[in-house]
């Protein structure tokens, strides 16, 4: 029940496309859904986040989809550029024992060819 | 400012010896965590702390593994005895556990532990 789902493992777009990430979870108390790049020999950087009370949030190229129904979000690249190329996850947190505890996804490696 | 750093950035080391990693969190950054990542695979939790104390050691993959933190900065993640399994990145990420519904953690840059 702690786990978040994540698809597809690797991802090949053109520049220009979008770029579609899935993840999907179980646990109903998940309250924070973030989303971090990873570029090699990098830790992750947060990307962009969304809270279940919202059902759609952007940041520039980046955008966040949240169905809580379905108990699912994606992030979406839009325009997507060769300096996208990176790992991204997902990742879903739950407060506990004063603090966040963060779950992520197993990572999708996105290349965007030129 | 700086983010938080990691050491060493690479660690080779052989079948049963011990070793320790560091992490320097974001100053006046009062959460503090550990992960493994092996390779191609996701981020897998092993301990955080919130100051000083570890509320959360759930984990810690076997009695091998420890770690601690003193002063409300800087945190080592011992292991010993090391297997080949234990060859992964680990990662640390710092946070200010901030009252409120989101909570950034800003991650270090790892370090690679290569067990032969």
Known sequence: ?114 | GAGVSQSPSNKVTEKGKDVELRCDPISGHTALYWYRQRLGQGLEFLIYFQGNSAPDKSGLPSDRFSAERTGESVSTLTIQRTQQEDSAVYLCASSLAQRGWSDTQYFGPGTRLTVL
């Open chain 1, 1 to 114: 029940q702690q786990q978040v789902k994540q698809s597809p493992q690797s991802l090949i777009v053109q520049k220009g496309g979008i770029s579609i990430i899935n993840c999907a979870y179980e646990n109903t108390a998940f309250d924070y859904f973030p989303w971090y790049q990873q570029f090699p020999g990098k830790g992750p950087a947060l990307l962009i986040a969304i809270r279940p009370d919202v059902s759609e949030k952007k940041e520039g190229r980046f955008t966040i989809s949240f169905n809580k129904s379905a108990k699912q979000f994606s992030l979406h690249i839009m325009d997507s550029q060769p300096g996208d190329s990176a790992t991204y996850f997902c990742a879903a947190s739950i407060r506990t024992s004063g603090t966040y505890k963060y779950i992520f996804g197993t990572g999708t490696r996105l290349k965007v060819l030129a």
